[in-house]
T-cell receptor, first 111, second 113 residues
Framework: SQQGEEDPQALSIQEGENATMNCSYK?????LQWYRQNSGRGLVHLIL?????REKHSGRLRVTLDTSKKSSSLLITASRAADTASYFC???????????FGTGTSLTVIP | DAGITQSPRYKITETGRQVTLMCHQT?????MFWYRQDLGHGLRLIYY???????DKGEVPDGYVVSRSKTENFPLTLESATRSQTSVYFC????????????FGEGSRLTVL
């Protein structure tokens, strides 16, 4: 399988704390993306980081990418109850326009 | 404007029956994808299409058929449904070169009895 792996599988934190989730992948990539999925809904794009970038910010989100280790991390700062969702990383290959998703991290933010 | 619409949202069928899940977009994005989501497996790509009349297999294409005669529609057909095809199916779109952001539909939950 070319899927990535998210770690941890589940994460529970208090509101206001930071949440960090990690993604490891296997192949060379064009870019890596993070998505959020609320229960029973479709996935929503959060942020994209290209293979030649090391860090990217968007609001309370910070993404890092280490292509030598084939890994990425997503940091959500000052978490809110509304951040409760599953988070997925997706790697995009250089050929074939295929997106490979990880198995996801389930984040619960306790008010 | 929903942009991307999947139908039906819920479907129960029996083993051996043919089922078609429809994906319709009101935008003009070139790339369309079908994924299935199962616990423990995340999302797995079934088929994708770069343009009308151009389709290609993903990770798990067996038992599925797709077509794309029009840019806006990308139906997924299970020719003879099996219990292992019970899943939530998501259609997604991507514009440009197809390596950017994916836009997802709300999903079609299929149960095969």
């Amino acid at each position: 399988s070319q899927q990535g792996e998210e770690d941890p599988q589940a994460l529970s934190i208090q509101e206001g704390e930071n949440a960090t989730m990690n993604c490891s992948y296997k192949t060379s990539i064009n870019n890596l993306q993070w998505y959020r999925q609320n229960s029973g809904r479709g996935l929503v794009h959060l942020i994209l980081i290209r293979s030649n970038e090391r860090e990217k910010h968007s609001g309370r989100l910070r993404v890092t990418l280490d292509t030598s280790k084939k890994s990425s991390s997503l940091l959500i700062t000052a978490s809110r109850a509304a951040d409760t969702a599953s988070y997925f990383c997706a790697t995009v290959t250089n050929t074939g326009n295929q997106f490979y998703f990880g198995t996801g991290t389930s984040l619960t933010v306790i008010p | 404007d929903a942009g991307i619409t999947q139908s039906p949202r819920y479907k129960i069928t029996e083993t051996g029956r043919q089922v078609t899940l429809m994906c319709h977009q009101t935008w003009s994005h070139s790339y369309m994808f079908w994924y299935r989501q199962d616990l423990g497996h995340g999302l797995r790509l079934i088929y994708y299409s770069a343009a009308a009349d151009i389709t290609d297999k993903g990770e798990v294409p067996d038992g599925y058929v797709v077509s794309r005669s029009k840019t806006e529609n990308f139906p997924l057909t299970l020719e003879s449904a099996t219990r292992s095809q019970t899943s939530v199916y998501f259609c997604a779109l991507s514009g440009g070169s197809g390596t950017g952001e994916l836009f997802f539909g709300e999903g079609s939950r299929l149960t095969v009895l």
